[in-house]
């Protein structure tokens, strides 16, 4: 017997970006209404690494925030890649401030130029939290 409900597929969205005692996740995760693959773990290892790898490929959105407490610089890598070969789906946004660390001015100005870049690619800038949250589930 073939059913007559058509089952839809729920979204996901993959959190990229700062970790590093980052709470920018905390913030965001209990208010979204889409689901997520939140890439901190307890402890990071092969088998975490390739997990982000899948769910990074897999989500149908991949946000990347970066906050000045940010330690390494491959989640700018990653937000720019993403911006080129998957734009419709790749979502950027920094934060000037992060628990008592703030951007240098040159740093800033190189925040909004990967913005712009971003955007360019024909990925989404988000520029607040908020904005990221109110667009993720407005496309639920």
């Not at 969205?13 to 995760?29: A, C, I, N, P």
């Not at 970066?66 to 979502?91: H, L, Q, W």
Request: with cysteine.
């Amino acid at each position: 017997m073939i059913s007559n409900s058509i089952r839809t597929r729920v979204k996901k969205v993959f959190l990229g970006g700062t970790t590093s005692d980052s709470k920018w996740r905390d913030y965001v995760m209990p208010r979204l209404k889409i689901a997520f693959f939140n890439p901190v773990v307890p402890t990071w290892n092969d088998a975490a690494y390739r997990e982000e790898l899948f769910q990074r490929e897999n989500c149908d959105y991949c946000l990347y925030v970066i906050t000045p407490r940010m330690k390494g610089f491959y989640s700018i890598a990653e937000v720019v890649d993403d911006s080129n070969v998957r734009p419709e789906k790749t979502i950027y946004c920094y934060l000037d401030e992060d628990n008592g660390l703030a951007f240098e001015k040159a740093q800033k100005k190189s925040m909004v130029a990967i913005g712009k870049m971003v955007e360019k690619n024909g990925a989404k800038w988000c520029h607040s939290l908020d904005e990221i949250i109110e667009y993720l589930n407005t496309n639920v």
